[in-house]
């Protein structure tokens, strides 16, 4: 790993009038990590990554790019610096070809002539696009269909590719995953891996906690607007990292009420039971879908090595 | 979708992307559409004079005013909005060139000038105020439609006392940049074809149509200009992302409000062009010209394949909008007709260009 992390925050604090939406939050992303940012709705996740897009400026504390410390002026001042959102769904326009949307607002890197008569060499922005997706392993025949016609999964990853391709250097993605299923979910962690590979710092935002074991190196929690703690892969497991979610308590708490509930009612009710069993269906479907990540990560890891 | 491995379904699945590819086109149905109406007319308006060349010229006259301002309208519909003070700008701009022309004495030149400044900083006001403001442009240009409508009625009672200020024609004829909107070209190879007995001339040699006029002319100039700019350049780009999706343009460095106030600049000044095109051939403006204007403008963008809600269409459907336009007006004329059909006719073609319209952008944005 660099001797320099490539961001740093430091107890940076965030007010909205009589709201504190951050207070004290520090996080350090070095190249070459997945950083997990983990915590449930109103944690404060999305206040941390607009104030690091450039969105928000930190009421207090500073944040670090590569050792300097910074002030972004705006979302495009962060991009030029090399830190690229990725928003859920903010993403991409459905009706322009996925060429278009790839080089959207960064067109002159395939402009040719000058002046009047400055185009655009569809040509090359095709190849280019199509190459770079071919890298990510989606094979675009043809780029210049609307990226409406693409699954949410390679949308994400449209995004993330364009972001690569134009130098970023820090990769925020914002639940990239959350309204995928399991197989375009495993497409986008894929690539999140990659580019990993590639020495970027990818900070990954979400509130699955199982997406976030599959890729992550580092896990920073948040809950109301404070962190609980960052922590290496090693230094903790995935059930503690549910729990710290706040979410991981209640859940086992429902379930135990659940079964108490069942045992209670002699003569079960049709209803109790159908829930019981959709619980149950769903604790086992989500063991699997655990088992299908840890075998890919297993994989990614064998072919990053 | 396009999930498959590199490399693997490529060869196997041309054909039918160059299908999709078709499919994709905004001006499908604008193109179908003229060859259909053509190919109808041809055989019903057989032997009336609509396919000779004066018939043409005279076809692709109507279409080719029609189609500036359609071209224009087009394209600000691809930027996600609208301008309905397009007919009411037509108007105003008659009277800004007319009235300093003819009552004040003005040269042409620099009214046709002035009438251009005033353009932009109409369109610029009209930008500004939908930017800034985030109001549907819907109900601030129809506000323009009034305002502009009444300024002129008001104005042109105010300084002359009527409502109509002839007398133009004797200006154009000495004035350089007159000459650009009201003149015609063409004359030589007019004579030309004529000579050759292809088309029709007077018993002393000269042709019936001497000439293509100029209207024509900047038809087909800015619907080169625009589908260059939409397809080809970074302004295409923006001004498609623009009203694809103002929010993630924005959040990838695309200047919107810019762009947006650019295109209803640009849609005023095609309105002045109309105008100029318009008073100047005929010799008088009028307080009452462009009326509706602004509903056939969008009627053609429409059947040209515009998306109502913005960031899909195209200039060439427009401008194929605004032919199959002239096309039917002109050619119920000479059919015979009774023109109140044209209204029925024009509302039943845009309602089935929006269904295909519609259709096919579902098949284009949505998987297979």
């Known amino acids: 790993m660099a001797e320099v992390p490539l961001i740093e925050v430091r107890d940076v604090s965030k007010h909205f009038g009589t709201v504190i939406a951050l207070s004290g939050v520090s996080m350090t992303v070095w190249p070459g990590e997945v950083h997990c940012l983990l915590g449930d709705n109103g944690a404060g996740k999305s206040t941390l990554i607009k104030t690091l897009s450039g969105v928000h400026k930190p009421t207090e504390g500073e944040i670090r790019l590569e050792g300097q410390p910074i002030v972004f002026e705006s979302p495009r001042d962060a991009l030029d610096r090399g830190i690229a959102t990725v928003y859920q769904d903010l993403a991409m326009i459905p009706l322009m070809s996925i060429t278009r949307n790839f080089f959207m607002g960064r067109e002159k890197a395939v402009t040719r002539g000058s002046g009047l008569f400055e185009r655009l060499d569809m040509k090359r922005a095709n190849a280019i696009a199509r190459e770079e997706m071919a890298k990510i392993g989606i094979d675009v025949r043809d780029p210049t269909q609307a990226v409406g016609t693409l699954s949410g999964g390679e949308r994400q990853c449209v995004a993330i590719a364009r972001a690569v391709y ?3 250097k820090v990769l925020i993605l914002d639940e990239p995953t959350s309204a995928l299923g399991v197989k375009q979910a495993s497409v986008v962690l894929r690539y999140v891996a990659q580019a ?9 935002i979400t509130h699955n906690v199982h997406h976030a074991w599959a890729v992550g190196d580092a896990f920073t929690v948040l809950n109301r607007g404070k962190t609980l703690g960052t922590f290496r892969k090693d230094e903790i497991t995935r059930e503690q990292l549910l729990n710290m979610m706040a979410g991981g308590k209640e859940l086992e708490e429902l379930s135990a009420e659940l079964a108490e509930f069942a045992r209670s009612d002699g003569r079960r009710q049709p209803a109790a039971a159908a829930v019981e069993k959709e619980v ?6 989500e063991a699997q ?12 890891r064998r072919e990053e090595s | 979708m396009a999930t498959t491995t590199v490399g693997q379904g490529d060869e196997r699945l041309k054909q039918a992307s160059m299908l999709r590819r078709l499919m994709g086109r905004p001006e499908l149905g604008a193109v179908g559409g003229a060859i259909l109406v053509l190919i109808f007319f041809a055989i019903v308006a057989r032997g009336t004079g609509l396919f000779s060349a004066m018939g043409i010229l005279n076809f692709l006259e109507v279409s080719a005013q029609l189609g500036i301002i359609a071209v224009a309208a087009a394209m600000l519909m691809i930027g996600g ?3 309905l003070s397009v007919g009411s700008m037509i108007g ?3 009277i800004v060139i007319a009235i300093p022309a003819v009552e004040w004495g003005w ?3 620099l009214t046709i000038l002035l009438a251009f400044a005033v353009a932009l900083a109409v369109g610029w006001i009209n930008g500004t105020i939908v930017v800034r403001t985030g109001l549907p442009s819907f109900i601030v240009t129809l506000g323009g439609l009034f305002i502009l409508r009444g300024l002129t009625i008001g104005l042109t009672r105010l300084i002359t006392g009527r409502t109509q200020i002839p007398g133009l024609r004797p200006l154009v004829e000495n004035d350089w940049l007159a000459g650009l909107f009201a003149g015609k070209v063409g004359y030589g190879f007019m004579q030309w074809l004529g000579d050759l007995g292809i088309i029709a001339t007077r018993p002393d040699g000269v042709p019936l149509a001497s000439g293509i006029s100029m209207s024509i002319i900047w038809w087909l100039v800015i619907t080169v200009v625009a589908t260059w700019v939409l397809l080809r350049t970074r302004l295409g780009n923006w001004i498609f992302a623009c009203g694809g999706d103002p929010n993630a343009a924005r959040n990838v460095g695309v200047p919107v409000a810019r762009v947006k106030i650019g295109l209803f600049m640009f849609t005023a000044v095609a309105a002045t062009i109309f105008a100029l095109v318009q008073t100047l051939s005929v010799g008088s403006a009028d307080v009452l010209r462009g009326q509706l204007k602004e509903f056939e403008a969008i009627i053609a963008a429409v059947i040209g394949g515009c998306l109502l809600t913005g960031g899909y269409g195209s200039a060439v459907g427009a401008t194929f909008g605004a032919l199959i336009f002239g096309t039917v007006q002109m050619g119920i004329f000479y059919t015979g007709v009774n023109t109140d059909w044209f209204k029925v006719f024009l509302g039943v073609m845009m309602l089935i260009a929006v269904l295909f319209n519609n259709y096919v952008r579902r098949k284009a944005t949505e998987g297979r």
């Open chain 1, 196 to 204: 990993r590979a590639r020495n970027l710092g990818v900070i990954f």
């Open chain 2, 107 to 109: 040269p042409l030149w």
């Open chain 2, 81 to 83: 909005e609208f301008d």
């Open chain 1, 166 to 168: 134009f130098g970023a």
């Open chain 2, 92 to 94: 105003f701009a008659g």
């Open chain 1, 280 to 285: 149950a269906e769903e604790l086992e479907e």
């Open chain 1, 289 to 300: 879908s655990d088992e299908r990540l840890a075998e890919q990560e297993r994989r990614l």
